[in-house]
Nanobody
Framework: QVQLVESGGGLVQAGGSLRLSCSAS????????MGWFRQAPGKEREFVAA????????YFADSVKGRFTISRDNAKNTVDLQMSSLKPEDTAVYYC????????????????????WGQGTLVTVSS
């Protein structure tokens, strides 16, 4: 059973930092791009960040570029999202996602080639 489990969400003040982690299990993920999406209250889910299968290429939404970084450890089947200079508008439920097996490019996340989602972790940024 494919499973993605996020952790690390919480309450943080504007300007602060938070690190989200995603632990993957159930199949081989090292050949899949992985990334993060978020959904704010009353809004649609949106793409945040992606990392390719090797970790050598990353891609970010314009809204988080320069503030967020993404990394992965294929030996541990984990992907992390480091968030800095957080703003109230970053408040959302953050979801980890994995592209289909063999879909290793970051574009796999933005083009919908996904086959696994986590349950989400809430990030609240206070002003």
């Amino acid at each position: 059973q494919v499973q993605l489990v996020e952790s690390g969400g919480g309450l943080v003040q504007a300007g602060g930092s938070l690190r989200l982690s995603c632990s993957a299990s159930g199949r081989t993920f090292r050949l899949s791009a992985m990334g993060w999406f978020r959904q704010a209250p009353g809004k649609e889910r949106e793409f945040v960040a992606a990392i390719n299968w090797s970790g050598g290429s990353t891609y970010f939404a314009d809204s988080v570029k320069g503030r967020f970084t993404i990394s992965r450890d294929n030996a541990k089947n984990t992907v992390d999202l480091q968030m800095s200079s957080l703003k109230p508008e970053d408040t959302a439920v953050y979801y980890c996602a994995a592209a289909r097996l063999g879909s290793g490019a970051t574009t796999s996340l933005t083009k919908g080639a996904l086959d696994a989602w986590g349950q989400g972790t809430l990030v609240t940024v206070s002003s």
